[in-house]
């Protein structure tokens, strides 16, 4: 089995992923709330759902590039929401 072409594009994507996925399961696990992110782990989670979105269009694989684009809308929402309430 060969690595697929853009490999290090879904190397990016995964790291990148499942580093906030880690994170997150910590936090919930001790019991603490999930505290927000800072700029650049905003940044950080933004670059791999935009690398992700890209290797999805790469490989022309319709369902990877759903989830990915659904990943960064969920991710515009939450972070338009918390700006929100910030202003309230």
Partial sequence: M????????????????????????????????????????????????LAGLTYGAVQADPLFFLGQACLLVLYYRMLREKNDHRKA
Avoid at 9 to 25: D, E, K, N, S, Y
């Fill in 2 to 49: 060969s690595l697929p072409a853009y490999w290090w594009l879904l190397a990016l994507v995964i790291a990148g992923q499942g580093a906030f996925f880690v994170r997150l399961t910590i936090l919930r696990t001790r019991g603490k709330g999930v505290q927000p992110l800072s700029r650049p782990a905003q940044a950080a989670l933004a670059a791999s759902g």
